[in-house]
Each structure stands twice: as structure tokens, then as C-alpha cells.
């Protein structure tokens, strides 16, 4: 029967190799990903751009904006 510390030596060097995994993985996709940006000629800004864009927050509004009135009465101008 395998011993504790032989058990967590194995859970380690799993550990490591898995992490090599994700590395390599990821290196790929990164490629990949800039491989298509040049090829359409996308930005680092243009895809900021987008993604501010996309989830409907900009930092103005993520701030908010204090005192800014929520209603405004047309007719009187009162808010």
C-alpha cells in the first residue's frame, strides 16, 4: 500500500503537469488570437473599445454619476 507522502508526491507532480497542460493550451489560443487580429487588423483599443462597449459599462458609468437628477418635470424644468 502507497504511503501519504508518496500519495501528495504523485498529487505534485500531477499538479505540475496539468499546469504544463494549461500552459501549452493557453499559449496556443493566444496565438491563435493574434493571428486573427492581424489578419483583420483588430487593436488592443479596438477590442477595450469593444468589450466597454459590449457589457454596457464604460467607467463614467460603472462611476455613476452623483446629483444627476431622475427625473426631470418638462413643463417646470423642476427635477
Given at each position: 500500500?502507497?504511503t501519504?507522502?508518496?500519495i ?19 499559449s ?27 457589457s ?5 458609468n460603472?462611476?455613476g ?7 426631470v ?7
Amino acid at each position: 500500500m502507497a504511503t501519504l507522502e508518496a500519495i501528495q508526491a504523485r498529487i505534485k507532480k500531477l499538479e505540475a503537469q496539468a499546469q504544463a497542460l494549461k500552459a501549452k493550451a493557453a499559449s496556443g489560443v493566444i496565438k491563435q488570437i493574434h493571428d486573427l487580429m492581424a489578419h483583420h487588423e483588430i487593436s488592443i483599443d479596438d477590442v477595450a473599445g469593444f468589450v466597454g462597449k459590449a457589457s454596457g459599462k464604460t467607467k463614467a458609468n460603472a462611476v455613476g454619476k452623483a446629483g444627476s437628477a431622475k427625473y426631470v418635470d418638462p413643463q417646470t424644468g423642476a427635477s
